[in-house]
């Protein structure tokens, strides 16, 4: 699909379609995903995993790339997959809190 007017709220929500296969939250609720941005030439995603040693990272990262594919038209695609800043708890949204068990307050 070829989208002249590809904003980040298209892509998060796509995004947010792609369960962590482990957890079957959202990699969006997790906090897997630290930014989108859009540009007319490039599609640029920034995000990370639980863990360096994930089992389940390649298919993960290539999740996103397929995804984003999906709209980015003729746009170049990159999805940097960073450890810094490392993930924490911190960053599960309070659906994730609520699906895994956790307190959703913090």
């Known amino acids: 699909m070829i989208t002249t007017d590809l904003n980040p709220a298209t892509l998060w929500q796509a995004l947010r379609a792609i369960p962590d296969p482990e957890f079957g939250v959202s990699i969006v609720d997790l906090g897997l995903i630290y930014s989108v941005e859009c540009t007319p030439d490039l599609v640029q995603v920034v995000m990370t995993l639980t863990t360096s ?8 990262h290539e999740g996103v790339r397929a995804a984003v594919e ?3 038209g ?7 997959l960073v450890f810094e800043p490392a993930w924490t708890t911190d960053r599960l949204s309070a659906e994730a809190r609520r ?3 956790g307190d959703e307050t913090q």
């Open 53 to 60: 040693s994930c089992p389940s990272g390649g298919w993960i």
């Open 74 to 80: 003729s746009r170049e695609v990159q999805v940097d």
């Open 70 to 72: 999906q709209f980015a």
């Open 99 to 101: 699906v895994l068990g």
